[in-house]
């Protein structure tokens, strides 16, 4: 079973930044790819961006591009979400995930997730 623990959330005012860490039980490697996805209050989860280990250009939500970026650590198994500029919008929890075959949509491991709050 692999675990994963995210941490880094927090209130932030809008135009603030904030990184958000995903540390992995497991080699991140062994992942086809890992993900970040949030979920607002009354609102169905969504899509943030994606890492690939195959080298993949990672791919990013439109609401979040040029904003946000994905990186990741295989020596310390360890995912990242830097967050720039947020907004208002941007108030949710943050789940990282883990996907083992190359279907897009599909993770088979979650985090508990982060809160990350953004004030205006």
């Known amino acids: 079973q692999v675990q994963l623990v995210e941490s880094g959330g927090g209130l932030v005012q809008a135009g603030g930044s904030l990184r958000l860490s995903c540390a992995a039980s497991?080699?991140?490697?062994?992942?086809?790819?890992m993900g970040w996805f949030r979920q607002a209050p009354g609102k169905e989860r969504e899509f943030v961006a994606a890492?690939?280990?195959?080298?993949?250009?990672?791919d990013y939500a439109d609401s979040v591009k040029g904003r946000f970026t994905i990186s990741g650590d295989n020596a310390k198994n360890m995912v990242y979400l830097q967050m720039n500029s947020l907004k208002p919008d941007d108030t949710a929890v943050y789940y990282c995930?883990?996907?083992?075959?190359?279907?897009?949509?599909?993770?088979?491991?979650w985090g508990q997730g982060s809160q990350v709050t953004v004030s205006s």
């Open positions: 995930a883990a996907g083992l075959s190359r279907a897009v949509s599909q993770y088979d491991y």
């Open positions: 497991t080699r991140t490697f062994q992942m086809y790819k």
């Open positions: 890492i690939f280990w195959s080298g993949r250009t990672p």
